[in-house]
């Protein structure tokens, strides 16, 4: 319900974006009927069964666009992301760094977008109670750790955000009113955010944080003095890699951006570490809702 539900956050597609997007379907051939123009942020969540193919793209003849295209400039979800094959998914890395897909067969070479905000959810284990208690997880220790490693390193490293999701206590369900924010307001402050990072990016090919090298991030847009210390420590010790230092800092410039600050914050950059690494750094969630 959460992953479905992120489109909705996103700004609406770019002229640009709207017709790459929609060239992609139409080479698939799923563009709606009377929808000439794909205008929105696609969602594509594919079955934990999915081939090499139908993930990247492939098949017979010549090559037809997988999931991480039919999903540029939106949202791919793979649920039960454990159960996918682990060579299925460890081919979503080249795509997820270089922003496209090259796909030869016989018949010929495609090079189709592939820029997608990936979302994965997983089980801790096989049974999912693993945590929970040891009288409730029946599986063994083996097993947890067979399921857990079809998520190779190389993949989790570029995941940014890693979440673990509590289960929903009863007073929680029943509670009619929660008080959460809607859509709409989420969204206007994504769009606010992603405003500010374009006005940033303005005399460059760039425009969102995820887009800019990691070279470009670091040596021209500086956080504040002593922001990186942390992440800096963690890079010494080999608990954070190159890459992951550089996704730290694009999700730390957005933290900024929603909080409308011009620069990261030290805060900013330990919350971004949280975020990734799951070791709280003293980081306090301040100025972009909640």
């Not at 563009?31 to 000439?36: A, I, V």
């Not at 993930?55 to 649920?79: I, K, Q, T």
């Not at 750790?145 to 079809?150: D, F, I, L, S």
């Not at 007073?171 to 989420?186: C, N, S, W």
């Amino acid at each position: 319900m959460l992953a479905e539900r992120l489109p909705g956050l996103l700004p609406e597609l770019s002229r640009q974006e709207s017709l790459e997007v929609t060239a992609v379907h139409s080479v698939a051939g799923i563009l709606p009927p009377g929808h000439p123009l794909v205008d929105m942020p696609p969602y594509c969540a594919p079955h934990h069964s999915a081939t090499m193919a139908s993930l990247v793209g492939g098949g017979n003849g010549l090559p037809r666009p997988g999931a991480v295209s039919l999903s540029h400039n939106g949202v791919l979800f793979l649920d039960e992301a454990a159960e996918f094959h682990s060579s299925v998914l460890d081919a979503l890395r080249q795509p997820l760094e270089s922003g496209h897909v090259v796909i030869a067969r016989a018949a010929g070479i495609l090079r189709m977008p592939a820029r997608f905000l990936m979302v994965l959810a997983a089980n801790p284990c096989p049974c999912g109670r693993h945590g929970r208690g040891e009288d409730i997880c029946e599986c063994r220790p083996s097993s947890i750790k067979r399921y857990r490693a079809r998520l190779s390193g190389p993949l989790m490293d570029r995941v940014d955000l890693r979440v673990t999701v509590e289960p929903v206590a009863r007073a929680e369900l029943l509670q009619l009113h929660t008080g959460a924010e809607k859509t709409a307001t989420v969204a206007e402050r994504v769009k606010a955010a992603r405003e500010r990072a374009a006005a940033r990016y303005a005399e460059t090919p760039w425009r969102t944080n995820s887009e800019v090298p990691g070279h470009e991030l670091r040596t021209r847009w500086h956080v504040q003095p002593g922001a990186l210390r942390k992440a800096e420590e963690d890079l010494d010790r080999g608990l954070l890699t190159a890459r992951g230092l550089d996704r730290v800092l694009r999700v730390a410039w957005t933290l900024a951006d929603l909080a409308a600050r011009d620069r990261p914050s030290a805060n900013d950059v330990n919350w971004a570490l949280e975020l990734r690494t799951g070791v709280r750094r003293g980081a306090v969630l301040e100025g972009i809702g909640t």
